[in-house]
């Protein structure tokens, strides 16, 4: 099973950045998926979450500015992150989980300055 992020950077406040995880080994159209982040010295976090069917669920924290999909036939997760603030610097990691076990891809950074 692999999961692999992409789309990190440095980006301005008020900016945007498209992140994607790539998903193999795992029967994808079936299983939820989640975004986390880890800032320095905080624990990790969920951000988003879209389930097999779409219907995704996000933490108060980015409600109203991040957006996650999913395109099952590419076997692969997006998050959308738009007006995005200092705050948001983090790692950022794609997640599932299947038969129990979680799977975790190696994050990528998101740093927000000016």
């Known amino acids: 099973v692999q999961l692999q992020a992409f789309g990190g950077g440095l980006v301005q406040p008020g900016g945007s950045l498209r992140l994607s995880c790539a998903a193999s080994?795992?029967?994808?159209?079936?299983?939820?998926m989640g975004w986390y982040r880890q800032a320095p010295g905080k624990q990790r976090e969920l951000v988003a979450g879209i389930a097999s069917g779409g219907f995704t669920n996000y933490a108060d924290s980015v409600k109203g500015r991040f957006t996650a999909s999913r395109d099952n036939a590419e076997n692969t997760v997006y998050l959308q992150m738009n007006s995005l603030k200092p705050e948001d610097t983090a790692v950022y990691y794609c997640h599932t989980r299947e038969y129990g076990i979680d799977y975790w891809g190696k994050g990528t950074q998101v740093t927000v300055s000016s």
């Open positions: 080994g795992v029967i994808f159209r079936l299983n939820a």
